[in-house]
């Protein structure tokens, strides 16, 4: 991992772990997602990392259509770099996952390196009495959701969304995932710097323990060396320890409400940029500097704002 002179902080708006009636905070309709994600921009994050939910019931929506009001509003308003989700919800096919990434063309979209089981269960015994709609009732209690991301399909993300110039953001939920990038690294099929967001603490993939952030910067490390820039996602309460600890190492980092709906023991976050400011604070705690959003698309060669369809 080549050490940054910069921390980039992607920030995740809104997204498909949770559902609305979990925290009134949650951006829901376009213009709160424009807001938030405009307000996470202003707070420090580089990147801002998009999905979108139908207005009506707030269940994830991954038609073109409904990013399209909000993907205009940020780039009126903000030079932040926009990341389109390809995972969408764990319960969509491929083909509607890729819609929005495909026609958007932004300079970054999200890809999965692996096929898991995905458990949101043990959510909804928390939030049972104040879950409002049936849809979140439906979601939250699937024991059998598998989040698809098969060699095909991410062949098929890669070459299809690699084509207008978009680069990626790895997801990585354990340490096979590294693996499958590997093939991919090998094949020529991606290319460095490879963004990696090595993601802890959600039900299917690996743990939260700083030993499995440490194995899985070492794996990297190894398979990679300098061919990627590492970033780290902790979902739920282990949000601020494990960004903390990446930061240190010379890591990026990913805060938002879509990982995390908190902002402190049983407080909930009243806004995505409360999340960043915490990152910041941690960031320059250590005496390093957040990157800008030009700063982010240099460490990560990106194609520039300008070469985006919105
Ligand atoms: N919330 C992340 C753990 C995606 O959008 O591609 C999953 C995610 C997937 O961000
Ligand atoms: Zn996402």
Known sequence: MAKPRKTIITCAVTG????????????????????????????????????????????????????????????????????????????????????????????????????????????????ENSLKHQWERDYLSNRDIVFRNTFGDIEHILTTLGANGTRFEFECYDTAHLYNLKHFFDAGIVKGP???????????GIGAHP??????????????????????????KNQMAIAAMSAAMGGHVRVGLED???????????????????????????GLEIASPDEAREILALKGADQVEF
Not at 29 to 34: F, V
Not at 73 to 79: E, G, H, N, T
Not at 97 to 107: D, L, S, V
Not at 260 to 284: D, F, M, T, Y
């Open 16 to 127: 498909a772990i949770h559902t609305p009636s979990m925290s009134e905070y949650l951006p829901v309709s376009a213009s709160e997602i424009a807001e938030a994600a405009i307000g996470a921009a202003e707070a420090g994050a580089a990147i801002v990392h998009l999905h979108a939910r139908d207005p009506q019931d707030g269940r994830p929506d991954q038609t073109p259509e409904a990013f399209e009001p909000f993907l205009r509003v940020i780039k009126q308003r903000s030079d932040c770099v926009v990341n389109i989700t390809t995972g969408g919800a764990p319960t969509m096919t491929i083909q509607e996952r890729i819609r929005p990434a495909a026609t958007w063309k932004p300079e970054v979209a999200s890809l999965n390196m692996g096929t898991m089981n995905f458990g949101l269960f043990p959510m909804l015994a928390r939030f």
């Open 211 to 236: 030993e499995d952030v440490m194995h899985m910067k070492r794996t990297a490390d190894r398979l990679f060396g300098d061919n990627y820039r590492w970033s780290v996602l902790g979902a739920g």
């Open 194 to 204: 490879l963004f990696i967001q090595t993601v802890f603490g959600l039900m299917g």
């Open 260 to 286: 995390s709906l908190w902002n402190g023991p049983g407080q909930l976050a009243k806004s995505n940029a409360e999340q960043v400011n915490r990152a910041r604070q941690i960031i320059e705690g250590l």
